[in-house]
């Protein structure tokens, strides 16, 4: 019986480290930022459609939403690439685990969005918000943030997203 421990703890040693713990988090919140303030967040590295997130203090009254993007290299424009996955978090031991869809409908002759890989997300609260112009009512902001991916993907219009970004609402992050 010893000897079988011995090789179970031998083969768990030439496991990678980063497979067995890159989403384990410690108890302390390691990464901060204005919006979100202290948080952590992991994507799973054998599966890009799902991450883990963590946070401190949760707005119990609104959901959070998380919004897949690709980021091509040498460039700072993400492209959505599926439907928002929005959750309460209330709890601040609570891992969250979403799982993302890849089904934005790409336009006829691109490649499919569903090919490209989830590089980040965008994290926004399911609140209601008055946009400036080109906005022409309130909206949704993470309605106002796929208007501006849109328009800027399709058209190169960016003035849907100075619009969204003046608001300083969301927080994005790379993986």
Known sequence: MPKLILLLLLISCLTPADKVDSCDFPSI??????????????????????????????????????????????????IFIGEPRCLFIKD?????EITFIKNRPTPEGDIPYSNYPIKGVMIIKDQV???????????????????????????????????????????????
């Open 29 to 78: 919140f390691l990464k901060y930022d204005t919006f979100l303030k202290h948080y952590n967040i992991c994507q799973d590295p054998d599966d890009d459609s799902l991450i883990r997130f963590k946070l401190k203090e949760g707005d119990i009254h609104v959901k959070y939403c998380f919004i897949p993007t690709y980021i091509a290299k040498d460039s700072n424009k993400s």
């Open 92 to 96: 601040p031991k609570e891992t969250y």
């Open 129 to 175: 918000m008055e946009f400036s112009v080109p906005f022409e009512a309130p909206l949704p902001a993470p309605n106002a943030y796929l208007k501006c991916a849109e328009a800027l993907d399709l058209t190169g219009d960016d003035s849907y997203c100075r619009a969204f970004k003046e608001m300083g609402k969301y927080s994005f992050l790379a993986f």
